[in-house]
Protein backbone atom coordinates (compact mmCIF):
# COMPACT_ATOMS: atom_id res chain seq x y z
CA UNK A 1 0.00 0.00 0.00
CA UNK A 2 1.36 3.32 -0.91
CA UNK A 3 1.88 6.51 1.22
CA UNK A 4 -1.15 8.23 -0.72
CA UNK A 5 -3.72 5.03 -0.36
CA UNK A 6 -2.85 5.15 3.46
CA UNK A 7 -3.40 8.94 4.04
CA UNK A 8 -7.03 7.97 2.28
CA UNK A 9 -7.58 5.23 4.34
CA UNK A 10 -6.82 7.04 7.19
CA UNK A 11 -9.06 9.71 6.24
CA UNK A 12 -11.61 7.58 5.44
CA UNK A 13 -11.93 6.04 8.62
CA UNK A 14 -11.42 9.43 10.38
CA UNK A 15 -14.54 10.25 9.10
CA UNK A 16 -16.42 7.54 9.62
CA UNK A 17 -18.14 7.57 12.66
CA UNK A 18 -17.49 4.11 14.29
CA UNK A 19 -18.64 4.30 17.65
CA UNK A 20 -21.97 6.45 17.22
CA UNK A 21 -22.06 8.01 20.12
CA UNK A 22 -25.24 10.46 20.01
CA UNK A 23 -26.99 7.31 19.55
CA UNK A 24 -28.77 5.81 22.43
CA UNK A 25 -27.41 2.28 23.37
CA UNK A 26 -29.69 -0.20 21.84
CA UNK A 27 -30.08 1.61 18.61
CA UNK A 28 -26.35 1.69 18.69
CA UNK A 29 -26.00 -1.96 19.48
CA UNK A 30 -28.62 -2.46 16.35
CA UNK A 31 -26.82 -0.78 14.44
CA UNK A 32 -23.43 -2.32 14.78
CA UNK A 33 -25.32 -5.37 14.18
CA UNK A 34 -26.43 -3.88 10.31
CA UNK A 35 -23.26 -3.25 9.99
CA UNK A 36 -21.56 -6.01 10.57
CA UNK A 37 -24.06 -8.35 9.05
CA UNK A 38 -23.81 -5.83 5.75
CA UNK A 39 -20.31 -6.18 5.14
CA UNK A 40 -20.08 -10.22 5.75
CA UNK A 41 -23.09 -10.06 3.24
CA UNK A 42 -20.96 -7.95 0.74
CA UNK A 43 -18.03 -9.82 0.84
CA UNK A 44 -16.93 -13.00 -1.16
CA UNK A 45 -14.54 -13.91 0.84
CA UNK A 46 -14.71 -15.03 5.15
CA UNK A 47 -14.38 -11.20 7.29
CA UNK A 48 -11.85 -10.86 9.48
CA UNK A 49 -12.40 -9.51 13.09
CA UNK A 50 -9.88 -6.96 12.04
CA UNK A 51 -12.31 -5.85 8.86
CA UNK A 52 -15.16 -5.75 11.24
CA UNK A 53 -13.56 -4.09 13.94
CA UNK A 54 -13.22 -1.11 11.25
CA UNK A 55 -17.12 -0.23 11.31
CA UNK A 56 -17.74 -0.82 14.71
CA UNK A 57 -16.99 0.53 18.07
CA UNK A 58 -13.75 0.30 19.56
CA UNK A 59 -15.56 -1.58 22.85
CA UNK A 60 -18.04 -3.27 21.01
CA UNK A 61 -17.58 -6.94 21.38
CA UNK A 62 -18.20 -8.38 17.91
CA UNK A 63 -18.68 -12.05 19.44
CA UNK A 64 -21.69 -11.07 20.92
CA UNK A 65 -22.76 -8.63 17.62
CA UNK A 66 -22.13 -11.94 15.87
CA UNK A 67 -24.22 -13.99 18.22
CA UNK A 68 -26.97 -11.63 18.37
CA UNK A 69 -27.27 -11.35 14.44
CA UNK A 70 -27.31 -15.24 14.15
CA UNK A 71 -30.12 -15.56 17.00
CA UNK A 72 -32.13 -13.00 14.12
CA UNK A 73 -31.22 -15.69 11.66
CA UNK A 74 -32.45 -18.60 13.18
CA UNK A 75 -35.74 -18.93 10.84
CA UNK A 76 -34.05 -17.76 7.57
CA UNK A 77 -32.22 -20.49 5.15
CA UNK A 78 -28.98 -19.24 5.71
CA UNK A 79 -26.57 -18.34 9.01
CA UNK A 80 -23.07 -16.53 9.57
CA UNK A 81 -20.61 -19.37 10.27
CA UNK A 82 -16.79 -19.25 11.45
CA UNK A 83 -15.03 -20.18 8.80
CA UNK A 84 -11.81 -19.68 7.63
CA UNK A 85 -10.40 -17.28 10.22
CA UNK A 86 -13.51 -15.17 9.75
CA UNK A 87 -17.36 -15.09 9.33
CA UNK A 88 -19.27 -15.34 6.10
CA UNK A 89 -22.89 -16.25 4.88
CA UNK A 90 -23.79 -20.09 4.10
CA UNK A 91 -26.83 -21.27 3.37
CA UNK A 92 -28.12 -23.92 5.70
CA UNK A 93 -27.55 -27.64 4.90
CA UNK A 94 -31.08 -28.70 4.48
CA UNK A 95 -31.54 -26.60 1.85
CA UNK A 96 -28.60 -27.99 -0.11
CA UNK A 97 -31.14 -30.39 -2.28
CA UNK A 98 -33.05 -27.73 -3.54
CA UNK A 99 -30.24 -25.55 -4.35
CA UNK A 100 -29.06 -28.14 -6.48
CA UNK A 101 -32.62 -29.13 -8.00
CA UNK A 102 -32.53 -25.20 -9.09
CA UNK A 103 -29.44 -25.39 -11.09
CA UNK A 104 -28.63 -22.39 -9.99
CA UNK A 105 -24.84 -20.35 -9.95
CA UNK A 106 -23.58 -20.93 -6.45
CA UNK A 107 -20.60 -19.21 -5.32
CA UNK A 108 -19.37 -21.70 -4.12
CA UNK A 109 -15.89 -22.61 -6.48
CA UNK A 110 -15.56 -26.68 -4.82
CA UNK A 111 -18.57 -27.46 -6.44
CA UNK A 112 -16.71 -27.62 -9.75
CA UNK A 113 -14.11 -30.04 -9.02
CA UNK A 114 -13.93 -33.23 -9.62
CA UNK A 115 -14.56 -36.45 -6.36
CA UNK A 116 -10.45 -37.33 -7.24
CA UNK A 117 -9.78 -32.81 -7.26
CA UNK A 118 -11.24 -32.95 -3.88
CA UNK A 119 -10.02 -35.95 -2.11
CA UNK A 120 -6.01 -34.62 -3.58
CA UNK A 121 -7.12 -31.74 -1.48
CA UNK A 122 -7.94 -33.31 1.89
CA UNK A 123 -4.78 -35.68 1.34
CA UNK A 124 -2.82 -32.20 0.97
CA UNK A 125 -4.93 -31.07 4.74
CA UNK A 126 -3.85 -33.86 6.34
CA UNK A 127 -0.49 -34.62 5.12
CA UNK A 128 1.11 -30.83 4.43
CA UNK A 129 3.59 -30.17 3.52
CA UNK A 130 3.65 -32.90 0.72
CA UNK A 131 4.70 -33.83 -2.59
CA UNK A 132 3.26 -34.47 -5.86
CA UNK A 133 5.05 -38.21 -5.72
CA UNK A 134 4.08 -38.67 -1.92
CA UNK A 135 0.74 -37.92 -3.03
CA UNK A 136 0.58 -40.39 -5.95
CA UNK A 137 1.93 -42.83 -3.21
CA UNK A 138 -0.88 -41.99 -0.82
CA UNK A 139 -3.43 -42.51 -3.76
CA UNK A 140 -1.99 -45.65 -5.59
CA UNK A 141 -2.01 -43.95 -8.99
CA UNK A 142 -0.43 -40.84 -10.38
CA UNK A 143 -1.52 -37.29 -9.20
CA UNK A 144 -0.93 -35.59 -12.25
CA UNK A 145 0.81 -32.55 -12.89
CA UNK A 146 -2.68 -30.86 -14.01
CA UNK A 147 -4.81 -31.96 -11.47
CA UNK A 148 -1.70 -30.04 -8.90
CA UNK A 149 -2.14 -26.97 -11.67
CA UNK A 150 -6.08 -26.92 -11.25
CA UNK A 151 -6.39 -27.08 -7.52
CA UNK A 152 -3.51 -24.17 -7.49
CA UNK A 153 -5.43 -22.19 -10.25
CA UNK A 154 -8.26 -22.38 -8.24
CA UNK A 155 -6.70 -20.87 -4.95
CA UNK A 156 -6.80 -24.15 -2.77
CA UNK A 157 -2.96 -25.11 -2.46
CA UNK A 158 -0.08 -22.88 -2.81
CA UNK A 159 3.62 -23.64 -2.78
CA UNK A 160 5.38 -24.70 0.18
CA UNK A 161 8.78 -25.42 1.36
CA UNK A 162 11.40 -27.91 -0.72
CA UNK A 163 11.41 -31.53 0.01
CA UNK A 164 14.75 -32.41 2.29
CA UNK A 165 14.12 -35.75 -0.07
CA UNK A 166 16.60 -36.15 -3.20
CA UNK A 167 16.46 -33.49 -5.74
CA UNK A 168 14.54 -31.34 -3.79
CA UNK A 169 11.07 -31.00 -5.30
CA UNK A 170 8.27 -28.68 -4.04
CA UNK A 171 5.70 -29.30 -1.65
CA UNK A 172 2.36 -27.96 -1.76
CA UNK A 173 0.05 -27.06 1.10
CA UNK A 174 -3.08 -25.84 1.51
CA UNK A 175 -4.74 -22.05 1.14
CA UNK A 176 -7.35 -19.87 3.42
CA UNK A 177 -9.79 -20.50 0.39
CA UNK A 178 -9.52 -24.21 0.88
CA UNK A 179 -10.71 -23.75 4.52
CA UNK A 180 -13.55 -21.33 3.11
CA UNK A 181 -14.86 -24.19 0.28
CA UNK A 182 -15.17 -26.66 3.22
CA UNK A 183 -16.49 -24.62 5.47
CA UNK A 184 -13.25 -25.50 7.86
CA UNK A 185 -11.82 -22.52 10.27
CA UNK A 186 -9.31 -23.93 10.84
CA UNK A 187 -7.43 -27.40 9.94
CA UNK A 188 -8.41 -29.03 13.02
CA UNK A 189 -11.58 -29.30 11.69
CA UNK A 190 -10.96 -31.57 9.24
CA UNK A 191 -12.66 -34.86 9.75
CA UNK A 192 -11.58 -38.34 10.77
CA UNK A 193 -8.85 -39.29 8.16
CA UNK A 194 -9.93 -42.89 8.70
CA UNK A 195 -13.83 -41.44 6.94
CA UNK A 196 -11.40 -41.05 3.91
CA UNK A 197 -9.61 -44.80 4.40
CA UNK A 198 -12.99 -46.10 5.08
CA UNK A 199 -14.10 -44.70 1.48
CA UNK A 200 -11.33 -45.78 -0.31
CA UNK A 201 -10.61 -42.41 -1.34
CA UNK A 202 -6.94 -42.83 0.65
CA UNK A 203 -4.12 -44.93 2.50
CA UNK A 204 -2.66 -43.54 5.37
CA UNK A 205 -0.09 -46.69 4.88
CA UNK A 206 0.71 -45.28 1.61
CA UNK A 207 1.88 -42.36 3.02
CA UNK A 208 3.68 -44.11 5.82
CA UNK A 209 5.59 -46.20 3.04
CA UNK A 210 5.92 -43.27 0.82
CA UNK A 211 7.61 -40.94 3.41
CA UNK A 212 9.89 -44.23 4.58
CA UNK A 213 10.70 -44.61 1.20
CA UNK A 214 12.30 -41.43 0.84
CA UNK A 215 14.01 -41.47 4.29
CA UNK A 216 15.65 -44.56 2.82
CA UNK A 217 16.74 -42.90 -0.24
CA UNK A 218 17.75 -39.72 1.98
CA UNK A 219 20.06 -41.52 4.10
CA UNK A 220 21.75 -43.98 0.92
CA UNK A 221 22.79 -41.10 -0.56
CA UNK A 222 24.43 -39.61 2.54
CA UNK A 223 26.26 -42.63 2.88
CA UNK A 224 27.32 -42.86 -0.84
CA UNK A 225 28.73 -39.20 -0.39
Known amino acids: MTMAETGRRQQSETLFDRELDDLPPELRWRQWMLRVEAVIFASAEPV ?10 RECSIDLLIDDIRDELRRRPYDIVSVAGGWQHRTRPVYGPAIRASAASVRQVSASLSDHEAAVMMAVGYFQPVTRAELTKIFGKEVSRDTMA ?3 SAGFLASGPRSPTPGAPYT ?14 TLRDLPDIEMLEDAGLLSRRGMTEAVSADERQATAD ?3 E
Open 48 to 57: TRETLARVVG
Open 150 to 152: NLR
Open 172 to 185: YVTTRQFLSAFGFD
Open 222 to 224: EDG
